[in-house]
């Protein structure tokens, strides 16, 4: 296999209305591939399929730029974590489907990936988003909290495989907010945290050949990055206290996925400016181990035209 003559470059963003239906979010995902022409697809579920499929409900806002509204929480108290379980396969199903879908219209040259959130973000969606409340009583109540955690994480590695059947490169696995030292110190993450990480992904099949972790949020724990077995590792360059892409991958020891403002550049900036920005990722790191992309999901706002200028920027 050669080398590719430009960093791979692919983006995404939720779209509210479509994600509710496999099919409209299915075809929206592969116009929008071919529109931009994005070397890889990033697939972007809805973000509630997780907390849905054990026992949150959520309800379309009925507007392209605002997501899903919260009706009723899974853990509305400590014992609560006792029952929790997969109510909902339809929820996850949804996603099997319609990634099968896009890897099968978009063809092997353009690998998709599943986005996977982790047990513990899933556990903080099924309080209602309270990153805070769900740390505090795994921390004080572990005896209560992981074996929750457990079955979350036996129905993620189910739902990941199944994606991969279904037609999936691998999985794109979302940290959101607790690989953070604003959560929790690294020692803490790394005992509590890390092993449910790591047996998710250690129970990908062989066929999953492209498989990220993103770490969201600012102030990482990045040195986490080193013990989980993915292929490369995203991150938001622009959040405070976070590596830049060389420092990245120096620590991570392995490809990185970044360098675009999804809150900065690609949704105030010119076409111009995201250009200068896609260029600057480039050199910095001589385009080896660099998969051009937003840091993290690009607000619905963004125009098309900023989109379009991160191939434009790289295939000069």
């Known amino acids: ?104 219209e978009l063809g ?30 795994l921390r004080k109540h572990p005896e209560v909290v992981r074996p929750a955690l457990d079955r979350i994480a036996e129905t993620l590695a189910d739902f990941s495989r199944r994606s991969v059947k279904a037609g999936a490169a691998g999985i794109f696995y979302a940290i959101s907010g607790y690989a953070s030292k604003d959560s929790m110190p690294e020692a803490v993450y790394r005992e509590l945290v890390l092993p449910y990480d790591v047996g998710v992904l250690e129970q990908l099949p062989p066929e999953a050949w492209f498989n990220v972790v993103h770490l969201c949020g600012s102030h990482l724990n990045f040195s986490l990055a080193r013990d989980l077995p993915v292929h490369a590792v995203s991150w938001s360059i622009h959040n405070q206290g976070n590596p830049s892409l060389v420092e990245g991958r120096t620590i991570g020891g392995r490809p990185v996925m970044g360098g675009l403002g999804q809150r900065a550049s690609l949704l105030y900036g010119t076409p111009s400016e995201v250009e200068t920005e896609a260029r600057r990722a480039v050199a910095e790191t001589g385009g080896r181990g660099l998969l051009l992309a937003p840091g993290c999901s690009v607000p619905p706002r963004a125009r098309d035209i900023n989109l379009a200028a991160i191939v434009g920027a790289v295939a000069a």
């Open 108 to 137: 092997r040259h353009v690998p998709v990936i599943q986005t996977v959130f982790s047990p513990l973000t899933v556990a903080g969606y099924l309080v209602g988003k309270s990153k805070s409340r769900v740390v505090r009583e």
């Open 1 to 104: 296999m050669g080398v590719a003559d430009r960093p791979p470059v692919g983006a995404w963003g939720h779209t509210y209305r479509e994600e509710w239906s496999p099919d409209d979010l299915a075809s929206l995902t592969i116009e929008r591939a071919r529109q931009f022409d994005w070397d890889f697809v990033k697939f972007q579920p809805r973000a509630t399929c997780f907390a849905e499929t054990f026992g949150s409900v959520y309800k379309p806002a009925g507007h392209r730029l605002k997501g899903p509204v919260l009706i009723s929480t899974a853990v509305s108290d400590l014992e609560s974590w006792n029952t929790v379980s997969a109510v909902n396969a339809k929820a996850l199903q949804d996603q099997v489907e319609s990634i099968g879908m896009v890897a099968r």
